[in-house]
């Protein structure tokens, strides 16, 4: 399929200058695109999965990805999509997350291809060493105030309110372009549909003062949720791109439990998968809903996408071990990622009887509820019912040495560290 009608058919096109121009482009060179990250957290989340995983596809399609850390327009502050003033960061912090932003964008572009490598830019290179007057000579005279002031991003925080140094977000973001486009060839520049203002502001640049001047903008559809709630936040936060910040199985879940009206269109998004194979699922999730065969291939495509293939399996692990109850055979490790969230206690003594660390661990109110919950089957001590009252808990009951979980109903879980 053509590349731009594979994005179109992916719903991966919001807006685009030149179809047709940029259409005859790709057909007859090798292009390099770019789409820049700022640095505004010490790591991406979900929401930059969308444009990277679009760097890929035109890697993958012949061309040549540039992804730009934001090292200065991270200072700065995008105004696009926000309804007040960013808080500004130190200089040393935002060097350290650009760092940390490069890492993770170089798990997902191919570097070492020998046609189209991909490159990592940073654009305080070239904004970091520049003066303000020629900043305002050379840059700044390009763009009128009635222009800048018709932009969206600026237009939405008129009332609110913006300073100087947002409204100038536009001009610096623009220099980008215009310096991607002079030293590396740059004809595109992509990036989320809040991005347009932004994107043809850098190609209105271009077009001033490069002559002849070829350039092309594309945006990508902001990822929304069927029910209206907003897509990459979950009760316990963001969803992380980070495994330190968003484990594995955290990250798995969060794919799994997809709502059946969004699923079709984050397998478009998201994966690699074929339009035959989305096709399928798509015809599996109409005839057999109940078994979430697209939301499995989802979360199976992405986990392995960005943590690889033992997170995957590791999360799969976790995930099954917590439907059956199986918890035994979890490793520490995996008990820390699949009970993240549950109430915990820390205890450092020795053998203790069961009754007594319910109570302690407050997971239930009294001696004699303990009694009553275990009399009835209602505990379960990793994964298997105890009914005994004076059941005991020794080293044995501690996977490996670190964890005993506890389980009181059906749901309800509760973890003891060691």
Same mark, same amino acid.
């Given at each position: 399929?053509?590349?731009?009608?594979?994005?179109?058919?992916?719903?991966?096109?919001?807006?685009?200058?030149?179809?047709?121009?940029?259409?005859?482009?790709?057909?007859?060179?090798?292009?390099? /695109?770019?789409?820049? &990250?700022?640095?505004?957290?010490?790591?991406?989340?979900?929401?930059?999965?969308?444009?990277?995983?679009?760097?890929?596809?035109?890697? /993958?399609?012949?061309?040549?990805?540039?992804?730009?850390?934001?090292?200065?327009?991270?200072?700065?502050?995008?105004?696009?999509?926000?309804?007040?003033?960013?808080?500004?960061?130190?200089?040393?912090?935002?060097?350290?997350?650009?760092?940390?932003?490069? #890492?993770?964008?170089?798990?997902?572009?191919?570097?070492?291809?020998?046609?189209?490598?991909?490159?990592?830019?940073?654009?305080?290179?070239?904004?970091?060493?520049?003066?303000?007057?020629?900043?305002?000579?050379?840059?700044?005279?390009?763009?009128?105030?009635? =222009?800048?002031?018709?932009?969206?991003?600026?237009?939405?925080?008129?009332?609110?309110?913006?300073?100087?140094?947002?409204?100038?977000?536009m001009i610096l973001q623009?220099?980008?372009?215009?310096?991607?486009?002079?030293?590396?060839?740059?004809?595109?520049?992509?990036?989320?549909?809040?991005?347009?203002?932004?994107?043809?502001?850098?190609?209105?640049?271009?077009?001033?003062?490069?002559?002849?001047?070829?350039?092309?903008?594309?945006?990508?559809? /902001?990822?929304?949720?069927?029910?209206?709630?907003?897509?990459?936040?979950?009760?316990?936060?963001?969803?992380?791109?980070?495994?330190?910040?968003?484990?594995?199985? #955290?990250?798995?879940? &969060?794919?799994?439990?997809?709502?059946?009206?969004?699923?079709?269109? =984050?397998?478009?998004? &998201?994966? &690699?998968?074929?339009?035959?194979?989305?096709?399928?699922?798509?015809?599996?999730?109409?005839?057999?809903?109940e078994k979430r065969a697209?939301?499995?291939?989802?979360?199976?495509?992405?986990?392995?996408?960005?943590?690889?293939?033992?997170?995957?399996?590791?999360?799969?692990?976790?995930? #099954?071990?917590?439907?059956?109850?199986?918890?035994?055979?979890?490793?520490?490790?995996?008990?820390?990622?699949?009970?993240?969230?549950?109430?915990?206690?820390?205890?450092?003594?020795?053998?203790?009887?069961?009754?007594?660390?319910? $109570?302690?661990?407050?997971?239930?109110?009294?001696?004699?509820?303990?009694?009553?919950?275990?009399?009835?089957?209602?505990?379960?001590?990793?994964?298997?019912?105890?009914?005994? $009252?004076?059941? $005991?808990?020794?080293?044995?009951?501690?996977?490996?040495?670190?964890?005993?979980?506890?389980?009181?109903?059906?749901?309800? =879980?509760?973890?003891?560290?060691?």
């Amino acid at each position: 399929m053509d590349l731009l009608k594979e994005l179109e058919w992916r719903g991966l096109i919001n807006q685009v200058t030149d179809r047709e121009g940029l259409e005859k482009l790709l057909a007859e060179e090798t292009v390099s /695109l770019y789409c820049g &990250f700022d640095p505004t957290a010490d790591s991406l989340h979900i929401g930059s999965l969308l444009p990277i995983l679009t760097l890929r596809r035109f890697q /993958l399609a012949g061309h040549r990805p540039i992804a730009l850390v934001g090292g200065a327009t991270g200072l700065i502050g995008d105004p696009s999509g926000k309804k007040s003033e960013r808080t500004l960061n130190a200089k040393e912090v935002v060097e350290q997350w650009s760092e940390k932003i490069k #890492e993770q964008l170089s798990r997902f572009l191919d570097f070492e291809v020998a046609d189209n490598p991909a490159v990592i830019a940073n654009n305080y290179d070239w904004i970091g060493p520049l003066d303000v007057i020629s900043f305002l000579r050379d840059v700044g005279k390009n763009f009128g105030l009635n =222009y800048m002031l018709a932009k969206e991003s600026v237009q939405s925080r008129i009332e609110t309110g913006i300073s100087f140094t947002e409204f100038s977000y536009m001009i610096l973001q623009s220099l980008d372009f215009l310096q991607l486009y002079k030293k590396e060839n740059c004809k595109l520049q992509i990036g989320g549909s809040d991005q347009w203002g932004n994107i043809t502001a850098g190609l209105e640049l271009i077009r001033k003062t490069e002559e002849e001047a070829k350039a092309f903008g594309l945006t990508i559809p /902001l990822v929304t949720k069927a029910d209206g709630t907003k897509f990459g936040k979950t009760e316990s936060g963001t969803i992380w791109l980070d495994k330190e910040k968003t484990s594995p199985y #955290e990250f798995y879940q &969060f794919w799994i439990n997809t709502d059946d009206r969004d699923v079709i269109k =984050y397998l478009k998004y &998201f994966t &690699f998968l074929t339009k035959e194979e989305i096709e399928q699922l798509e015809k599996e999730l109409q005839e057999a809903p109940e078994k979430r065969a697209a939301q499995k291939a989802l979360a199976e495509e992405v986990t392995k996408l960005v943590h690889g293939e033992e997170a995957l399996r590791q999360a799969v692990k976790i995930s #099954e071990a917590l439907f059956s109850g199986s918890i035994s055979e979890l490793t520490a490790d995996e008990i820390a990622q699949g009970f993240k969230d549950v109430p915990s206690f820390e205890y450092n003594g020795d053998d203790i009887a069961l009754v007594e660390l319910l $109570v302690l661990a407050q997971i239930v109110p009294s001696k004699r509820q303990a009694r009553e919950d275990l009399a009835n089957g209602a505990i379960y001590v990793n994964g298997e019912r105890v009914s005994d $009252v004076n059941k $005991v808990l020794t080293h044995e009951d501690r996977i490996e040495g670190q964890f005993t979980v506890i389980r009181r109903g059906k749901k309800k =879980y509760y973890l003891i560290r060691y």
